[in-house]
């Protein structure tokens, strides 16, 4: 190791020679982010500093999580508070007071009856939980022939087991093994020749839902515990879903008795203007996934929101004293719990779901207003996320989103990109002076592209 220091010399950190050789770094092009890094030292409100000392404008959140923007001084405060009082607590036959004040918090923004909060530290972990959840809930009703799990094509649900055998991305599965059994997909939502350039949700491709049908008849009802699906889906390149197609979804569910999962660690928390997108669509799911916002990003942690019934039907029927056998080391997590706690003072103290609806035209027209722009092929937008759709290059797709995701940062914003799909998520605070900004940025990074 010492000889490999030696013939490394990382020109960045002349005081630590090779660090930028160990983080293998997640979901990242580790060998080009190591020749031409992107640091990131500090940040504040709708900004990060970068490592030579430029202003970054997040225009993502972070990863879909900094709701609140950078350093919100209540959630600081509150970490501040909570490591001075109590650093950790077992949440397995003891808690601590704070878990129970924020899962009545939670409950109270949830839409009724979804008034039970259990805790986990990640989306990943969310969605593995949620799914246990159901298959947990049919054996209580003594309806354990249903354990087929339904997800849908483009589907993201982390990067757990049981996340990439109900998600529906290609590359995050294939090199994985057999994943889960009993899994099925329903058809995603995706549809350029129909929808391109809708403005919010889009017109076409309700029926779509009616494919849970053709998976009814396929397995019968009787073997299908749940179908988990992202609202909107984010990560696989901000897919909106068609008009009516949650409530289909909700009305096939019911008429089959599925319970239906909707995954919100993207969307739960104001991204909308709503608190979760339940509630933005005026659809009411079974059990709901959350993480990401929770905290607005600044601790790790994760919930899952179910109704009333599924709590107690899986409490009320156990005939052991443990009614679910299922938890984490850290679940409610004290600092984490203070996190949140701060963030949900930030959000109401500012109405920064509020915020979201105030500027959802400034973003939609800022978005929009690139159509003209080389290679675009749809722009989508709903709440506070956006999308925009490019051409592939000849034989190199996704090379032109690298290149814009590149590009974005050398001028001042951090975009994200899914293949040649640019994804916008900024903080909940953006004002339009800021909306304006990464919209002149934008266009130049869209002008500058091979
Ligand atoms: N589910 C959805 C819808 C997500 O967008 C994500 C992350 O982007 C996850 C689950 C996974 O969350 P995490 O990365 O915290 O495990």
Redesign the pocket.
Known sequence: ALLRLHRHPGALFMNRPNSLEHFWMPFSANRDFKQDPRLIVSAEGMYYTSEDGRQIMDATAG??CVNAGHRDPRITAALLRQIDSLDYAPSFNFSHPAAFELSARIAAQFPEPMNRVFYTN??????DSALKIALAYHAARKDGTRTRLIGRERG????GFG?ISVGGIVRNRMKFGTLLTGVDHLRHTHDLARNAFSRGTPEHGAELADDLERLVALHDASTIAAVIV?PMA??AGVLLPPKGYLQRLRAICDKYGILLIF?E??TAFGRLGTATAAEYFGVTPDII?C??GLTSGVIPM?AVVVRDEIYETITGTSETPIELFHGYTYSAHPMATAAALGALDAYEQDDMYGNVSAVALPWEEMLHGLRDCPNVIDIRNLGLVGAIELAPRDGAPGARGTEAMRRAWDLGAMIRVTGDIIALSPPLIIQPDQIAELGELLRQVLSSLR
Do not use: M, R, T
């Open positions: 990863l879909w990640s989306g990943s972990e969310s969605v993201y649900h982390g990067a996340g992202e984010g990560s995954d660690v993207i996934c993480a990401k994760g």
